[in-house]
């Protein structure tokens, strides 16, 4: 009983994707542009071009569209090149990730070391060696907390 129901149901709505409605567009009196399936009564209409989306098939050829010019162009890449473009960006971002775990991780390093040793040493630009103040070395270590909290979390 249920697939006498289910058979014209699938057969009706397979033969609406093979059709293609028809769209007007029009602008009105107040310069409004309007789409509809029907043309308005009384005013000149234009007819759109509706195009189907292409299909990606699993052949191995990309599908084609044509521009207004009439040139063919492939649209969508085929699997295999969609497949290595999100092997890349995958591998970008992995690299991306463990660069800012080896800043958060040698931030840390270097917070700890100003809260732990009060005898912080730095090289002036001259290169020469000097100790940080208190409040430099609070300043600083105050500056690294920042950091760490907006790029590494807690």
């Given at each position: 009983m249920?697939?006498?129901?289910?058979?014209?149901?699938l057969a009706f709505v397979c033969s609406l994707s093979?059709?293609?409605?028809?769209?007007?567009k029009w602008t009105d009196d107040k310069g409004v542009t309007h789409f509809s399936a029907q043309p308005p009564e009384g005013q000149k209409a234009n007819e759109v071009d509706v195009k189907v989306a292409p299909q990606i098939n699993g052949s191995g050829s990309a599908p084609?569209?044509?521009?207004?010019?009439g040139v063919q162009?492939?649209?969508?890449?085929?699997?295999?090149?969609?497949?290595?473009?999100?092997?890349?960006v995958?591998?970008?971002?992995?690299?991306?990730?463990?660069?800012?775990?080896?800043?958060?991780?040698?931030?840390?390093?270097?917070?700890?070391q100003l809260r732990n040793n009060p005898r912080v040493l730095v090289q002036s630009g001259r290169g020469?060696?000097?100790?940080?103040?208190?409040?430099?070395?609070?300043q600083r270590a105050a500056e690294i907390?920042?950091?760490i909290e907006q790029n590494c979390g807690k």
């Amino acid at each position: 009983m249920r697939s006498i129901f289910w058979l014209p149901a699938l057969a009706f709505v397979c033969s609406l994707s093979a059709q293609a409605a028809q769209v007007y567009k029009w602008t009105d009196d107040k310069g409004v542009t309007h789409f509809s399936a029907q043309p308005p009564e009384g005013q000149k209409a234009n007819e759109v071009d509706v195009k189907v989306a292409p299909q990606i098939n699993g052949s191995g050829s990309a599908p084609t569209y044509k521009l207004p010019n009439g040139v063919q162009q492939p649209s969508v890449s085929n699997d295999a090149q969609q497949q290595e473009l999100e092997r890349k960006v995958k591998a970008q971002v992995r690299e991306d990730q463990a660069k800012v775990q080896a800043y958060c991780d040698q931030s840390r390093q270097n917070l700890a070391q100003l809260r732990n040793n009060p005898r912080v040493l730095v090289q002036s630009g001259r290169g020469e060696t000097r100790r940080l103040t208190e409040e430099e070395r609070e300043q600083r270590a105050a500056e690294i907390q920042l950091s760490i909290e907006q790029n590494c979390g807690k």
